[in-house]
C-alpha cells in the first residue's frame, strides 16, 4: 500500500466479519478493505452490497473481494473465519473445527509477504491467536486478539449505569480467557481516581459488592445470553475490531484488553495468550500492564492460563 494509505485484509465474511466490515466503512477506518471468504460467492456479495452504500456514507474506501496475494502490502489482516458458537455450547468447543480454518488461512497470508498486523476474532480467540502466533513464525508483539475488549466494554457500561457515571469514568477490566474463566479483578477497579472498593465503603447503603458480582456474571453470561436469543453475536465485537485497529492504524498507544502472549508476567507466566491490559500501537501490542492483583485474583489467573494451555496443549499443531 501506497505511504500513508491504509489497508485492511479481511477473511472470513461470516456475520462477525461483515459487521467489522460495514462499521469500517461508517467510521472510514480505512482507504482500502479486501474480502476474503473460502465462500468467494459470498465474499464477492458482500463486497458488491457495501460499495453501493458508499454513495451514502463520508468515505471514499476501496472496498473489494481478493485473494491471499492483497495481503502482502496490507497493514493489518482481520481473521474472522471459523464456525461459531450453537445455543449452549463453549467457545473451547470450537477449537479441533477451527485450527483446521487456521492452518489453511495463515500460512497463505505469510508466504504473500504479509509483515503487518494479525488481529484475530475468530474463538476460542485466546488460543487461536497462539495458533496464529504459532503458524505465522511472527513476533508476538505483532500478533493480537481481540481478547477480552468486548467483554471489558460491557463490564464498563453495566457499572457505569450501576454507578451513574460516564462509563467513560470508570476504569475497569475483564482480564484472562474471553471464555467461561474469565474475572473481574476488583481490586484494580476505580470510579474515576477513587478503587471501587473505598466507593462501597462509603456508601454502604447504595453499593453493594453482591451487585458488582451479578454483573461480572452478566458480563460473562452476556454471549450465551445474545446467542440464545437470535443465533449469535457480531455487531458488538465488529465495533470492537474497528476499535483495536483504529488505534494500530492511527499509533495510538491506547490501552486496551486484547489478547496478547505472557512473557513471563505474574510469577513467570509464558507462552499463553490471555486478555490483559496491553498498550496498542502500528507496531501491535507494545507493552502489557501487569497488574497488581490480590492472591485470589492470581488463582483465578492461574486457572485462566491452565485452561488455555490445556487446550492448546491437546492440538497437533501442523
Ligand atoms: P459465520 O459462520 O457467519 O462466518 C464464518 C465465515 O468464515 C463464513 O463466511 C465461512 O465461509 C468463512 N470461512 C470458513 N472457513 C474458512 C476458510 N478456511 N477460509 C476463509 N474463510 C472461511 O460466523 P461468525 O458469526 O461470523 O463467527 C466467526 C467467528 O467469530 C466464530 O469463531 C465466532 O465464535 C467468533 N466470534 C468471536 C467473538 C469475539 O469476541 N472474539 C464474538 C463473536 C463471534
Same mark, same amino acid.
Request: net charge negative.
Given at each position: 500500500?501506497?505511504?500513508?494509505?491504509?489497508?485492511?485484509?479481511?477473511?472470513?465474511?461470516?456475520?462477525?466479519?461483515?459487521?467489522?466490515?460495514?462499521?469500517?466503512?461508517?467510521?472510514?477506518?480505512?482507504?482500502?478493505?479486501?474480502?476474503?471468504?473460502?465462500?468467494?460467492?459470498?465474499?464477492?456479495?458482500?463486497?458488491?452490497?457495501?460499495?453501493?452504500?458508499?454513495?451514502?456514507?463520508?468515505?471514499?474506501?476501496?472496498?473489494?473481494?481478493?485473494?491471499?496475494?492483497?495481503?502482502?502490502?496490507?497493514?493489518?489482516?482481520?481473521?474472522?473465519?471459523?464456525?461459531?458458537?450453537?445455543?449452549?455450547?463453549?467457545?473451547?468447543?470450537?477449537?479441533?473445527?477451527?485450527?483446521?480454518?487456521?492452518?489453511?488461512?495463515?500460512?497463505?497470508?505469510?508466504?504473500?509477504?504479509?509483515?503487518?498486523?494479525?488481529?484475530?476474532?475468530?474463538?476460542?480467540?485466546?488460543?487461536?491467536?497462539?495458533?496464529?502466533?504459532?503458524?505465522?513464525?511472527?513476533?508476538?508483539?505483532?500478533?493480537?486478539?481481540?481478547?477480552?475488549?468486548?467483554?471489558?466494554?460491557?463490564?464498563?457500561? @453495566?457499572? *457505569? #449505569? !450501576?454507578?451513574?457515571?460516564?462509563?467513560?469514568? +470508570?476504569?475497569?477490566?475483564? /482480564?484472562?480467557?474471553? %471464555?467461561?474463566?474469565?474475572?473481574?479483578?476488583?481490586?484494580?477497579?476505580?470510579?474515576?481516581?477513587?478503587?471501587?472498593?473505598?466507593?462501597?465503603?462509603?456508601?454502604?447503603?447504595?453499593?453493594?459488592?453482591?451487585?458488582?458480582?451479578?454483573?461480572?456474571?452478566?458480563?460473562?453470561?452476556?454471549?450465551?445470553?445474545?446467542?440464545?436469543?437470535?443465533?449469535?453475536?457480531?455487531?458488538?465485537?465488529?465495533?470492537?475490531?474497528?476499535?483495536?485497529?483504529?488505534?494500530?492504524?492511527?499509533?495510538?498507544?491506547?490501552?486496551?484488553?486484547?489478547?496478547?502472549? @505472557?512473557? *513471563? #508476567? !505474574?510469577?513467570?507466566?509464558?507462552?499463553?495468550? +490471555?486478555?490483559?491490559?496491553? /498498550?496498542?500501537?502500528? %507496531?501491535?501490542?507494545?507493552?502489557?500492564?501487569?497488574?497488581?492483583?490480590?492472591?485470589?485474583?492470581?488463582?483465578?489467573?492461574?486457572?485462566?492460563?491452565?485452561?488455555?494451555?490445556?487446550?492448546?496443549?491437546?492440538?497437533?499443531?501442523?
Amino acid at each position: 500500500m501506497a505511504e500513508n494509505k491504509k489497508k485492511i485484509v479481511l477473511i472470513g465474511t461470516g456475520m462477525v466479519g461483515m459487521s467489522f466490515a460495514y462499521a469500517a466503512l461508517n467510521q472510514s477506518l480505512c482507504d482500502e478493505l479486501v474480502l476474503i471468504d473460502l465462500n468467494e460467492q459470498r465474499a464477492h456479495g458482500e463486497a458488491m452490497d457495501l460499495n453501493h452504500g458508499l454513495a451514502f456514507s463520508n468515505s471514499s474506501m476501496k472496498i473489494s473481494c481478493g485473494t491471499y496475494q492483497d495481503c502482502g502490502d496490507a497493514d493489518i489482516v482481520v481473521i474472522c473465519a471459523g464456525v461459531n458458537q450453537k445455543p449452549g455450547e463453549s467457545r473451547l468447543e470450537l477449537l479441533q473445527r477451527n485450527e483446521k480454518v487456521f492452518a489453511s488461512i495463515v500460512p497463505n497470508v505469510v508466504q504473500n509477504g504479509f509483515d503487518g498486523i494479525f488481529l484475530v476474532a475468530t474463538n476460542p480467540v485466546d488460543i487461536m491467536t497462539r495458533i496464529t502466533y504459532e503458524l505465522s513464525g511472527f513476533n508476538a508483539n505483532k500478533v493480537i486478539g481481540t481478547g477480552t475488549t468486548l467483554d471489558t466494554a460491557r463490564l464498563r457500561y @453495566l457499572l *457505569g #449505569e !450501576y454507578f451513574e457515571v460516564n462509563p467513560r469514568n +470508570i476504569h475497569a477490566y475483564v /482480564i484472562g480467557e474471553h %471464555g467461561d474463566s474469565e474475572f473481574v479483578p476488583w481490586s484494580q477497579v476505580l470510579l474515576a481516581v477513587k478503587p471501587i472498593k473505598d466507593v462501597l465503603k462509603d456508601n454502604p447503603q447504595t453499593y453493594c459488592m453482591e451487585e458488582l458480582d451479578k454483573i461480572s456474571c452478566e458480563v460473562r453470561n452476556a454471549a450465551q445470553e445474545i446467542i440464545a436469543a437470535k443465533g449469535a453475536t457480531y455487531y458488538g465485537i465488529g465495533m470492537a475490531i474497528v476499535r483495536i485497529a483504529r488505534a494500530i492504524l492511527s499509533d495510538e498507544d491506547t490501552v486496551l484488553t486484547v489478547s496478547t502472549r @505472557l512473557r *513471563g #508476567e !505474574y510469577s513467570g507466566k509464558k507462552d499463553v495468550f +490471555i486478555g490483559n491490559p496491553a /498498550i496498542i500501537n502500528a %507496531g501491535g501490542a507494545k507493552r502489557l500492564l501487569e497488574l497488581k492483583l490480590t492472591d485470589e485474583e492470581l488463582e483465578k489467573l492461574d486457572n485462566c492460563c491452565n485452561i488455555l494451555n490445556e487446550n492448546f496443549n491437546s492440538l497437533s499443531l501442523e
